[in-house]
């Protein structure tokens, strides 16, 4: 089977070639999984829409991301993730567990800066992941260091990391735009959305490509 459509009581849809689970309303996430796992092995994107799957919905899913699955998109929006679950997904993208996914979406999920720096011990070391959306997830100057460790990686394929809703404050963003233009070979193409830089910091980051390609306004202020 490579596709899969039914109704929104489920929330399942199939969009391109492949398989692509979706759910927006289910709280049977472990069982869905793990059901999933006989059923459907070729699974290549896995979305939770608002289902408040929380931390133990994230293990499920890891679980099922740790057995080889050649899962490509793993998006998790809005579903009351912490750090912990971010630890959770953190270890299925760890180099060592052979991870497949190239599209990371986290977006409103709480799990702040803590979050961040659990994602990074695995991410800054990830040469498959392409795009990276962390949007309103309560990120603040905290996590800069290790968005900028993500950043820098040698062998990192990112293209596109969106940072959008975050209080990451002048000094945090200064640390990301660092991070951003020493991107090696010149791989991340855009990062989307930071908040506006008083121009004393955007006198410290050297960008290459101009603001406009980052997303930067040239005016603005913000501690």
């Known amino acids: 089977m490579k596709r899969l459509l039914l109704s929104s009581i489920c929330g399942m849809s199939s969009v391109g070639p492949g398989l692509e689970l979706s759910w927006t309303r289910s709280k049977l996430c472990s069982k869905l999984i793990f059901y999933s796992t006989s059923r459907y092995p070729h699974c290549q994107s896995i979305r939770f829409w608002k289902t408040y799957c929380e931390d133990e919905g994230v293990r499920a899913i890891c679980q099922f991301l740790e ?43 709480e799990f702040g800066s803590k979050g961040v720096i659990e994602l990074s011990k695995s991410l800054a070391i990830n040469p ?8 309103y997830c309560g990120i603040d100057v905290k996590a800069s260091q290790a968005l900028f460790e993500i950043l820098i990686y040698t ?24 991070g951003a233009s020493v991107a090696k070979r010149g791989k991340l193409q855009q990062l989307q959305k930071l908040p506006k830089l008083p121009g004393f910091l955007r006198n410290q980051a050297n960008l290459r490509g101009g603001w406009s390609r980052w997303g930067i306004e040239e005016h603005g202020g913000g501690g």
């Open 67 to 109: 057995i080889g699955k050649p899962v490509l998109f793993l998006e998790l929006l809005d579903n009351k993730i912490t750090s912990l679950g971010c630890e959770f997904i953190s270890r299925s993208l760890h180099p060592l567990m052979k991870p497949t996914i190239q599209i990371l979406k986290l977006d409103h999920n």
């Open 155 to 178: 062998r990192s394929a990112l293209e596109e990391v969106n940072l959008s809703g975050n209080m990451l404050g002048g000094v945090g963003v200064c640390k990301v735009l660092m």
């Open 128 to 135: 498959v992941l392409r795009i990276l959306s962390l949007t």
